[in-house]
Every structure is written in C-alpha cells, then in structure tokens.
C-alpha cells in the first residue's frame, strides 16, 4: 500500500501550525500593518484636526460676509475628502471595508454651485466627517504612544542581551541605568546575568501582549471609521429603498408592456379578424348560406382561441384561483400544468398579504418555467411555509444544476432584484450536475 505524506513529510505538520499562536502573533502581518496604521495616524490627524479648525474658524468668522457660507462649504468638502483617504487607509491596512456614504444631493434636483453648497451644509454626512476630524486627534495621541511603548520596550528589552555591549562600548556604564543619584553616588545598572534576563523574559511579556494591545486600539479606528465615515443607517436604507422603488417602477413598466403586447398581437389582433369574417359572412348570408355558416363555425372557433388567450393573460396578471382560495392551492394548480412532475407543501395558517401571495406565486411560476426550459429535470418539488413574520419558499428539482445569479440579465437576477425590492431574499444553491434548491424569504406582510 503508497502512503501519501504532505509537503512536510511524514506524519508533520504545517512549521506555522507547530507554532502557538500566541507566540506567533508578533510576527504576523497583521500587527505589522495595524502598528504601521497606528504610526500614519497622528500626522495624518494633525493635518486634518488643523484643516478643520481653520477652515470651520474662518467660514464662521466670514458669515458676516457672503463669503462666509462658500468657505464653509469648502471646509466640508475637504473634510469629504479626508474621509475617502481615511476610508482607502482603513481597508489597505486593516483590511475594513467600509461603504462610501452617500453622495451630496441638491433638494429637488437642483443644480449649480450655490445649490451644491446649501446641500452640504444640511449633509448630515459632512458634519459627522468634520466630528471625525476633530474627535481623531486626541485619540490618535493616546494610541500612537501606547503603541509605541509597547512596541519599543517589548522589543528593546527582549532583544536586550545582543545590543547591551553598546554602553559599555560608547556610553562608558555597563549597562542600562534604571536609576541614578550623583550627588550619593548610587547607581543601578541592568549588567548582571539575572538583570539581563529578567529584562528579556519581560520584554519578551511585552512583546506577546503587543498584538492584542494593536487589535484593541485599532477596534476603536474601526468603529470611528464605521460609525463617522460611513454612511449612516438610515441614509443607507433610504438610499436603497430609492433604488427598490427604480426597480418596482421598472418592473411594473416592463410588465404593462408585456400585457400590452400580449393584447395587440394576440387577442386584438384575432377579434379584428373576427370581426372582418363576420362581416364576410353578413354579405354571403344571402348569396350563399353554406359558405356564410362555414365561415360563421370558423369565427366560433376564433372565439374560443381569443377567450382562450383572454384567461391566460387575465392568468398571468393575477390569477383569479389565488384571489378565491390562497396561495396554497394557486401553487397546486401552477403545478398542475408544469411539464415536470411537482410535488406542492404548502404550511400557512393564515393567509399573507396580498401583495406578497401575488410576488410569491410569480416567483414560483418564474422557477417552474426555468424548471421546465433548462434543468432537464426528472421530478421538482416547492414548499412554503410560515417562519416568524416571513413567508418561506423552497423550489428544487433534480436537474443538472448549474444556476446561479451571477450573470447580468439572466432571468434569476432580475428575480432577485424584484424580491430585494420588497426586502426579501434570494438564494440559489445549484452545483453542477445538479440537484438546485432556490429558497425565497419574503416579509409577511
């Protein structure tokens, strides 16, 4: 029998595994990039506390004068600025990812200087990017010199016994004096065997609580970037039901002008040659009964194509059989006349609203019809059911699988973007060869 071994060699592991992660984090690159984020703070927050003093001092000295309000839109615009540096420094070297906050939006449209300006100053955005420049400078005071300490004593004093030769050598003592007083002639010197490994063993302290003293300082970047230099939660969700709303309206209009093609080209277009055949058969009543009744069975049948045509778009609309009987049963029937076999769960002790029973059963159908185009399925099931204030839905289908959301355009993507539209959600798992499970959640109500 071969015996397989890692790149280690038999029965090793990982050398960063043999290694505590305790003793290993000093070393990581982690603590280097977040030391190196704590040492570019305070200059950068020098710079920018004193651009927001002076800016803010000057605009506010210079409201007596129009020329006031433009400085003081410049302070913001600049403080904006600072925020996207802050931001691109935040994700380079702790790796934070942090959403750019909303641009600055004249009311009503309005374009020009002095509306881009009056727009700023309402920001509340702008304000807080000016808190930020204001409230980091103390902070980045206080975290550069802890950082430093603990950065500059753990690794002086660990490394102590290789570089102690230089006192005696060019500082003419024997070593590092912890205290002196000339006028007694007392002196203490870190020179005995003891001294110079005690002061390694605690530099050596110092420099394994090193990293969680980064991580800690640094926590607190992260929640002044998050909470002051991101957007705000509720611009955030105004901002995207805005882009919800671009989306409802586009979907609405796509869908009357599907209905309204459907009209033109298909019942319209059979009741106009209705129409012209019974005219026809009006003029041959008398000329010739046989060809008149021929034609009047042709329009007949006409009829019913149109009728036909009629239901399946009053179907596609809003079926009458989900407003009768619920979700439940219109599912049932959209089942029925799937190509591919379709087991129907359905677990509802009330009714949802009606909104969310039509978005649901359009869903399903939409993946039904997917179903049945593309999977090469043998059997598909759906289930729905109630969890919490949500409504749960399930398609699967053992199918060759392959679905996903990813590609722009597709029919899954533009599902998703009417669902995310009422705040539900959509997920695809679909590996290929199979077999896909979509499941949606939708709000109740």
């Given at each position: 029998?071969?015996t397989?071994?890692?790149?280690?060699?038999?029965?090793?592991e990982?050398?960063?595994?043999?290694?505590p992660?305790?003793?290993?984090?000093?070393?990581e690159?982690?603590?280097?990039?977040?030391?190196?984020y704590?040492?570019?703070?305070?200059?950068?927050?020098?710079?920018?506390?004193?651009?927001?003093?002076?800016?803010?001092?000057l605009?506010?000295?210079?409201l007596?004068?129009?020329?006031?309000?433009?400085?003081?839109?410049?302070?913001l615009?600049?403080?904006?600025g600072i925020?996207?540096?802050?931001r691109?420094?935040?994700?380079?070297?702790?790796?934070?990812?942090?959403?750019?906050?909303?641009?600055?939006?004249?009311?009503?449209?309005?374009?020009?200087?002095?509306?881009?300006?009056?727009?700023?100053?309402?920001?509340g955005?702008?304000?807080?990017?000016v808190?930020?420049?204001?409230?980091?400078?103390?902070?980045?005071?206080?975290?550069?010199?802890?950082?430093?300490?603990f950065?500059?004593?753990?690794?002086?004093?660990?490394?102590?016994?290789?570089?102690?030769?230089?006192?005696?050598?060019?500082?003419?003592?024997?070593?590092?004096?912890?205290?002196?007083?000339d006028d007694?002639?007392?002196?203490?010197?870190l020179?005995?065997?003891?001294?110079?490994?005690?002061?390694?063993?605690?530099?050596?302290l110092?420099?394994?609580?090193?990293?969680?003293?980064?991580?800690?300082?640094?926590?607190?970047?992260?929640?002044?970037?998050?909470?002051?230099?991101?957007?705000?939660?509720?611009?955030?969700r105004v901002?995207?039901?805005?882009?919800?709303?671009g989306?409802?309206?586009?979907?609405?209009?796509?869908?009357?002008?599907?209905?309204?093609?459907?009209?033109?080209d298909?019942?319209?277009?059979?009741?106009?040659?209705?129409?012209?055949?019974?005219?026809?058969?009006?003029e041959?009543?008398?000329?010739?009964?046989?060809?008149?009744?021929r034609?009047?069975?042709?329009a007949?049948?006409?009829?019913?194509?149109a009728?036909?045509?009629?239901?399946?778009l009053?179907?596609?609309?809003?079926?009458a059989?989900?407003?009768d009987?619920?979700?439940?049963p219109?599912?049932?029937?959209?089942?029925?006349r799937?190509?591919v076999p379709?087991?129907?769960?359905?677990?509802?002790p009330?009714r949802?609203?009606?909104?969310?029973?039509g978005?649901?059963?359009?869903?399903v159908?939409?993946?039904l019809?997917?179903?049945?185009?593309?999977?090469?399925?043998?059997?598909?099931?759906?289930d729905v059911?109630?969890?919490?204030?949500?409504?749960?839905?399930?398609?699967?289908?053992?199918g060759?699988?392959?679905a996903?959301?990813?590609?722009?355009?597709s029919?899954?993507?533009?599902?998703?973007?009417?669902?995310?539209?009422?705040?539900?959600?959509?997920?695809?798992?679909?590996?290929?060869?199979?077999?896909?499970?979509?499941?949606?959640?939708?709000?109740?109500?």
């Open positions: 029998m071969a397989a071994y890692g790149p280690y060699g038999p029965g090793s990982p050398r960063h595994r043999l290694v992660p305790t003793l290993r984090a000093p070393f690159a982690r603590v280097w990039r977040e030391f190196l704590l040492l570019i703070s305070l200059p950068m927050a020098v710079l920018t506390f004193a651009y927001a003093v002076v800016m803010l001092s605009g506010a000295g210079l007596i004068t129009f020329l006031g309000v433009p400085v003081l839109g410049a302070a615009a600049g403080c904006r925020g996207v540096v802050e691109a420094r935040a994700r380079a070297l702790l790796r934070l990812e942090v959403a750019e906050p909303e641009p600055v939006r004249a009311a009503g449209g309005k374009r020009g200087p002095v509306s881009w300006v009056g727009a700023l100053l309402k920001s955005t702008s304000w807080r990017h808190l930020y420049a204001l409230l980091h400078l103390p902070w980045a005071i206080f975290a550069f010199t802890v950082a430093m300490v950065a500059c004593y753990g690794w002086g004093f660990a490394t102590y016994p290789l570089w102690r030769w230089v006192f005696p050598a060019y500082v003419d003592q024997p070593g590092i004096e912890l205290f002196g007083d007694r002639g007392r002196h203490f010197y020179d005995t065997p003891f001294e110079v490994a005690a002061s390694c063993g605690l530099g050596v110092v420099l394994l609580a090193t990293p969680w003293v980064m991580r800690a300082l640094t926590s607190v970047d992260r929640l002044l970037v998050i909470g002051l230099l991101g957007p705000s939660r509720l611009a955030a901002w995207e039901l805005e882009s919800d709303r989306t409802v309206v586009d979907t609405a209009a796509a869908d009357l002008r599907r209905i309204e093609r459907d009209l033109h298909g019942a319209q277009a059979r009741l106009v040659a209705l129409a012209m055949d019974l005219g026809l058969a009006k041959k009543l008398d000329e010739d009964p046989q060809a008149a009744a034609m009047v069975d042709e007949h049948g006409e009829i019913k194509l009728l036909q045509e009629l239901r399946d009053a179907r596609g609309i809003h079926p059989i989900l407003t009987r619920g979700l439940g219109a599912l049932s029937a959209l089942a029925a799937c190509t379709v087991t129907v769960t359905a677990d509802l009330e949802p609203a009606p909104a969310i029973e978005i649901a059963y359009f869903t159908s939409e993946l019809q997917n179903i049945s185009k593309h999977s090469n399925a043998r059997t598909a099931d759906v059911w109630r969890a919490g204030g949500r409504v749960m839905l399930r398609v699967g289908d053992d060759r699988g392959g996903g959301v990813s590609a722009a355009g029919g899954l993507a533009g599902l998703a973007e009417r669902i995310e539209a009422v705040d539900g959600v959509l997920i695809v798992h679909s590996p290929p060869g199979g077999p896909t499970s979509v499941t949606v959640e939708l709000p109740w109500r």
